[in-house]
């Protein structure tokens, strides 16, 4: 049974950082891709990274680019995402997701099989 569990989440000021965590198991980790997504009250869920298999090569919105970092960590199975420089945009339920798929439409989620429950990241003003 594969399981993908978030954490790392919290409220913190804008200007602030958080680094969020997802651990895997149930599947070989270092065969799939990894994504990062959110969703905010009221709004369409929305691809905020993904990185392949080996960690060779990233994508990222253009909404984080440059202020967030996506890596992994293979031997640990788990996947990082390093927030820096919030705003009260970041504001949302991030969710970790496994895909065989690399690159594509990444952003649409829809080629990752395995979902987080997430965990919930609130910047305040």
């Known amino acids: 049974q594969v399981q993908v569990a978030e954490s790392g989440g919290g409220l913190v000021q804008a200007g602030g950082s958080l680094r969020l965590s997802c651990i895997v198991s149930?599947?070989?980790?270092?065969?799939?891709?990894m994504g990062w997504f959110r969703q905010a009250p009221g709004k369409e869920r929305e691809g905020v990274s993904c990185?392949?298999?080996?960690?060779?090569?990233?994508y990222y919105a253009d909404s984080v680019q440059g202020r967030f970092t996506i890596s992994r960590d293979n031997a640990k199975n788990t996947l990082y995402l390093q927030m820096n420089s919030l705003t009260p945009e970041d504001t949302a339920m991030y969710y970790c997701?496994?895909?065989?798929?690399?690159?594509?439409?990444?952003?649409?989620?829809?080629?990752?099989?395995?979902w987080g429950q997430g965990t919930q990241v609130t910047v305040s003003s």
């Open positions: 149930g599947l070989t980790f270092d065969d799939y891709a």
């Open positions: 997701a496994a895909s065989r798929v690399f690159g594509g439409a990444w952003y649409t989620g829809e080629n990752f099989s395995y």
């Open positions: 990185i392949k298999w080996n960690g060779g090569r990233m």
